[in-house]
């Protein structure tokens, strides 16, 4: 429904490109699902009718991979933000794609573990 999707031009052109210097190329729309279940409805949905899918977390990458280049639906993750399992003991934790690293750090607060930029590995649900 409304709350979960945008055609807004201005939403389009905020998911349309990340902090690379490649031009903004926007999606057709932008969706926020919020279980996984909704996203697997919604690639099945796209793969069917041969809709590019775009993945987006923050925007800040430096790539231009949240570029609609073909245009298709804009998948933004950030809705998808809970921290689903720690153990302390492997020092593992996991996460939905809309954590980000400020948030986990703020999760792990007092534990004695943290999160530091340029970490690989970090795996969502």
Do not use: Y
Not at 29 to 57: I, K, N, S, T
Request: charged share 15%.
């Amino acid at each position: 429904g409304a709350p979960n999707v945008s055609t807004a031009t201005a939403v389009r052109e905020q998911h349309g490109h990340d902090e690379s210097m490649h031009p903004c190329a926007p999606p057709d729309v932008v969706v926020w699902p919020q279980a996984v279940g909704q996203v697997q409805e919604l690639a099945a949905l796209c793969h069917r009718c041969r809709v590019p899918m775009v993945p987006f977390g923050t925007g800040t990458g430096l790539e231009g991979g949240v570029n609609a280049v073909q245009g298709g639906v804009c998948f933004d993750l950030s809705r998808m933000d809970a921290i689903a399992d720690l153990s302390l003991e492997d020092f593992s934790v996991t996460v939905e794609p809309g954590v980000t690293r400020k948030a986990l750090n703020k999760h792990l607060r007092g534990t004695g573990l943290w999160f530091p930029v340029g970490t690989v590995g970090m795996r969502g649900v």
